[in-house]
């Protein structure tokens, strides 16, 4: 009799922004004013969380993988350009009001409540931006940056792997049509 727990990955659903949009995040970012012992993210890590899922079995997976596809995806222009400190602790870069975004998240979210994952108050706390530092006490944001414009044609389910270094790892993306 086996009684080891399943194996599991750590998910999430995200959206990655193209070299160029990182590009301009990290000169973006080179305008702030960071404390000393500040974290930058790794500009190839940042993204958008449109669901975190957390330690999940293979057959969830690949259920949730399946549903995912039933969500309709379209192109959208998202403007980056509103920076914030969150608890002292974290820098963010927030995206302005988009109603395709909203949509899509809404999507996602109804097909991870179909798969049987929790999304308790889901609609109510999600907040889009990208994480673009730790550790920011005493970070100064720019007073007016230029706006960052995202083309977004696609969405991908994600494993955040800790070890031998953390990185992540696309195992399904979610394209707009044509």
Do not use: K
Not at 9 to 14: K, S, V
Not at 77 to 96: C, D, E, K, N, Y
Not at 144 to 167: G, K, Q, T
């Amino acid at each position: 009799m086996n009684d080891l727990p399943a194996p599991t990955r750590r998910l999430f659903i995200g959206l990655f922004p193209d070299p160029g949009v990182q590009a301009a995040i990290a000169a973006h970012r080179a305008s702030w004013s960071w404390p000393p012992g500040a974290r930058l993210t790794n500009v190839a890590r940042i993204h958008m969380t449109l669901h975190f899922l957390g330690e999940v079995e293979a057959g969830r997976e690949a259920l949730l993988s399946r549903l995912l596809c039933e969500v309709p995806v379209h192109r959208m222009s998202l403007r980056l350009g509103t920076p914030q400190t969150w608890r002292q602790q974290i820098a963010v870069l927030r995206t302005q009001p988009h109603a395709g975004l909203d949509a899509l998240h809404e999507a996602i979210v109804r097909q991870v409540a179909r798969a049987g994952f929790a999304v308790a108050n889901e609609r109510e706390r999600w907040l889009p931006h990208l994480t673009i530092a730790r550790r920011t006490r005493g970070a100064v944001p720019p007073a007016d940056p230029a706006p960052i414009v995202w083309r977004v044609d696609h969405f991908a389910l994600v494993c955040s792997h800790l070890r031998p270094l953390p990185h992540y790892e696309a195992i399904a993306r979610y394209p707009a049509p044509g």
